[in-house]
């Protein structure tokens, strides 16, 4: 027997991996419809951004929703990709609502607000509905979209650790290969303990051009990120690692903090928040009803202040989802 060591043999190739954007992969059912336009956009390797529908539904008034969604996918247009609006229309998924069906979400009272653990019951039983940040993410992937744009994530509430609410945006996010760009988690939340969560999780968090982590309304969190990206191409070169090195999939956030220009003034955000927090504690209000009165009760106590801000939030990110898919696209 000998005793030689083994032999390294090198690879079959000396040329790295090919990489290329993912391909479209059918529904595994009639419940989920691809526009035309986003699955030849996904099957030729162009870059596609998806964008949720609970921002039209439910987190801007109407009819000035679906007036904001029209800009949000114009603005992924200019931008050289095409965006792909998601929801679910009477149980069917929809990867790139028609302007008609961001009307109806838009418009009709009484759209089901649908994480990933609602989608199959809504499916069931024949609902409208619009997909949060958690079931955006799932729904893109699995068409084969890469990158995603959205305001604030969410994240760990304040007094989690008594009441254990956490958003399911996290562990979809843990399992789910995808760039997902926004102004940080709505400042609403518990900001250190969400970074801690997502660190936890496995999602890696990037600044875009700023070790500040984003706070939605505000220029800046408190709180920093360990790595600092400077271009779209930066974010495709992770990517593209990402890819190479067959890491478990898992999400990408890119923090895109607004200019300090444009942010909430930060004493009316701060006086405005713990205002907020006091009425939900007298409210008694809890879970998925947290977010939507928050945001509800800025935009009254600001005079519409705060919904400008969140305007300009989802377009900033919007452009810079685009730039990314196309830096991604273009390899």
């Not at 190739?13 to 996904?42: G, I, Q, Y």
């Not at 300090?260 to 008694?284: F, I, M, N, S």
């Amino acid at each position: 027997m000998s005793s030689d060591p083994p032999t390294l043999r090198p690879p079959a190739t000396s040329d790295p991996p090919t990489l290329r954007p993912p391909t479209l992969r059918p529904p595994a059912t009639s419940d989920t419809r691809v526009a035309e336009e986003v699955a030849t956009a996904v099957r030729d390797g162009r870059p596609v951004v998806a964008l949720e529908s609970t921002l039209i539904a439910h987190g801007l008034p109407s009819p000035r929703n679906v007036d904001v969604a029209a800009r949000i996918e114009q603005t992924v247009r200019e931008h050289g990709a095409v965006p792909a609006t998601i929801g679910m229309i009477a149980g069917t998924v929809v990867v790139g609502l028609s302007p008609d069906e961001v009307r109806l979400l838009g418009t009709t009272p009484g759209v089901a607000k649908l994480s990933v653990r609602d989608l199959a019951v809504a499916a069931a039983t024949g609902a409208h509905g619009a997909t949060t940040v958690a079931s955006t993410a799932v729904l893109a992937a699995r068409a084969g979209i890469g990158v995603f744009a959205t305001g604030g994530l969410g994240g760990v509430h304040r007094g989690a650790s008594e009441s254990f609410d956490e958003s399911a945006d996290l562990t979809a996010l843990s399992h789910t290969a995808i760039v997902i760009v926004c102004a940080g988690v709505k400042s609403i939340l518990d900001v250190p303990a969400t970074l801690e969560r997502l660190e936890t999780l496995g999602v890696t968090v990037l600044g875009y051009g700023s070790k500040k982590f984003a706070g939605f309304y505000l220029a800046d969190s408190g709180a920093e990120v360990d790595w600092v990206i400077e271009s779209p191409a930066q974010v495709a070169s992770t990517m593209r690692a990402r890819d190479a090195l067959g890491l478990p999939p898992a999400a990408i956030v890119v923090s895109n903090p607004l200019p300090d220009e444009v942010q909430l003034d930060p004493a009316l955000h701060d006086t405005v928040l713990a205002e907020g927090l006091g009425a939900l504690e007298r409210k008694a209000i809890t879970g998925k009803a947290v977010t939507p009165y928050l945001l509800a009760h800025f935009h009254e106590a600001t005079q519409g202040a705060s919904l400008e801000v969140n305007v300009e939030v989802v377009l900033r990110n919007a452009a810079l989802a685009a730039r990314i898919a196309t830096a991604y696209a273009s390899a």
